[in-house]
């Protein structure tokens, strides 16, 4: 959240910094939504077993799209040869946390 009040206030422009505060809160409001269907600890359970079967996909795809927009912003800074260090240290750090979270589970 504090990371998204800083851009918007460094973008300049009210209006996108307004909707980008607004996308978040629905975002963010519809996590809610998806435990109302909730009406019994039994259902409630079927549905945090359902949330967690989805935790190594959605590190995955965080992962992905992080070691995206730090590649192209390290290419546009620094050059190739920087973006590829820093494309190999972060896919190495997500390749770390998603095997610990298999040995967890």
């Known amino acids: 959240m504090y990371l998204l009040a800083a851009l918007a206030v460094i973008s300049g422009s009210p209006a996108s910094a307004c909707v ?25 359970r079927a549905l945090v077993a359902r949330i967690d079967s989805w935790a190594r996909p959605s590190l995955l795809l965080a992962g992905a799209i992080e070691i995206s927009v730090a590649a192209v912003a390290a290419w546009m800074l620094a050059g190739p040869a920087p973006a590829a260090v820093v494309t190999a240290a972060l896919a190495a750090v997500v390749a770390a946390g998603t095997r610990r979270l298999s040995l967890a589970t």
């Open 20 to 44: 980008a505060c607004v996308f978040f809160g629905v975002v963010r409001g519809l996590a809610i939504t998806v435990a109302g269907t909730a009406r019994s600890a039994e259902g409630l």
